[in-house]
């Protein structure tokens, strides 16, 4: 029997300390005025004590999140994280990009309660068969069926986190303050539905579509991948998701057949019309053997020469526009009287509405508004009243199949 707090839940105070980038059990103790010995064993989930109620309380108010926050289990995927690096990344980071990707279930979870996100499809490309043995010849051809199957043609494919969102993968955008880190992609422990972070550090148009589409490539090529095979195959996982959405940003049957000749000044040119960086286009043409591997060389050599590692031309010549489906569907729970903001807070969500704002793509200090930001969205169906930690209606998330 456990002495303290019935119902805690010991993997809740690990998450949240990795959350606030708190680096140790010693540096939260002193936070909350309490001792390392006694919050290793409030983590320990053998542990038989936990914190008495008055701690619990001083701890969620140091820690910014309601008391309810440690006793609902964790949303923590059986499947692995996807990391575009580990050895090169702080364990410190590592956690926090973790958590708040956990976070991120949860709060699309909660607000699945209410609206009917997009169904989710991804075809199977795989149809049971094991990743590792993908040839580039196989990745070249998915990346084509995955354009044939959301009708992308063979041009640009616009904007990578529209397209993710249409197919139903939630997507949220947070500083990641870590330039090792530019996107984490995992599924829901509830649902199964893909999940991805990116990174809004050091960010223009054409990078962040070249992140989205390597996350887009792990949802499609690794959801079966086993969490003990992870790390033993992880350089073979991500150049595969690497290849796959350079593949799918500038496909194999159309976009080689543009270049004319191979420059800066000509791929410049080209990332004008495609929105896929420089040094990308390089990369692609020297794996499509376009190039020699020496030409390759060279370019690298004058592109870093020319200080274009730090910035590219038109890197800000477009505008980044943000996730909007749980934006949106929050906006549309609130503007129909289905639930109040206040509601929303002091029942459903029990981490801060900072950190909800943050990862639901919402302006700073709507929750303070008196009313949702007005969106032009179609109301949905109303259906009847579920169960879940409150009572609310289902709408009908609108279809936003626009190319």
Not at 276 to 304: F, G, M
Request: aromatic share 6%; net charge neutral; proline share 6%.
């Amino acid at each position: 029997m456990r002495i303290g707090t019935p119902g805690f839940i010991p993997a809740r105070l690990t998450e949240i300390r990795h959350a606030r980038r708190i680096p140790s059990r010693a540096a939260l103790a002193r936070r909350i005025g309490s001792s390392a010995s006694s919050v290793s064993r409030w983590e320990d989930e053998d542990s038989d004590q936990t914190p008495d109620p008055a701690m619990l309380v001083r701890m969620a108010g140091e820690l910014h999140v309601r008391p309810e926050y440690f006793l609902r289990d964790t949303y923590q995927s059986d499947r692995p994280t996807f990391l575009r690096s580990l050895s090169n990344t702080l364990v410190r980071d590592l956690a926090y990009q973790k958590a708040q990707m956990q976070w991120l279930h949860e709060a699309s979870y909660i607000i699945s309660h209410y609206v009917d996100l997009p169904e989710v499809d991804i075809p199977d490309v795989l149809a049971g068969a094991d990743y590792t043995q993908l040839r580039d010849e196989d990745i070249e051809q998915i990346a084509l069926n995955l354009r044939r199957h959301w009708n992308l043609g063979e041009g640009p494919a616009g904007d990578m986190v529209a397209l993710m969102e249409r197919i139903g993968i939630v997507v949220a955008t947070i500083p990641m303050n870590t330039t090792k880190l530019d996107g984490l992609c995992s599924w829901s422990p509830i649902d199964g539905r893909p999940h991805v972070l990116l990174a809004t550090d050091k960010m223009s148009f054409p990078r962040r579509q070249m992140d989205a589409a390597h996350e887009l490539a792990h949802a499609v090529l690794h959801r079966a991948v086993p969490v003990e095979e992870f790390e033993a195959n992880l350089r073979v996982i991500e150049r595969q998701a690497f290849r796959l959405g350079s593949a799918f940003l500038m496909p194999s049957t159309s976009y080689p057949h543009e270049v004319r000749r191979c420059s800066l000044a000509v791929l410049a040119s080209l990332k004008e019309r495609w929105r896929v960086s420089i040094k990308a286009q390089i990369k692609r043409l020297s794996d499509l053997e376009i190039i020699p591997e020496e030409l390759s060389r060279q370019l690298y050599k004058l592109y870093s020469a020319k200080g274009w590692s730090k910035g590219e031309p038109l890197d800000q010549h477009w505008s980044i526009q943000q996730p909007r489906a749980l934006r949106d569907s929050l906006n549309l729970i609130v503007d129909n009287g289905v639930r109040s903001k206040a509601d929303l807070l002091a029942t459903e969500f029990t981490i801060s509405a900072t950190d909800v704002e943050l990862l639901c793509g919402l302006p700073t200090g709507w929750f303070d508004r008196d009313a949702a930001e007005v969106v032009t969205l179609k109301r949905g169906k109303l259906d009847s009243e579920i169960p879940s930690q409150g009572k609310g209606q289902i709408i009908a998330f609108p279809d936003r199949n626009r190319r």
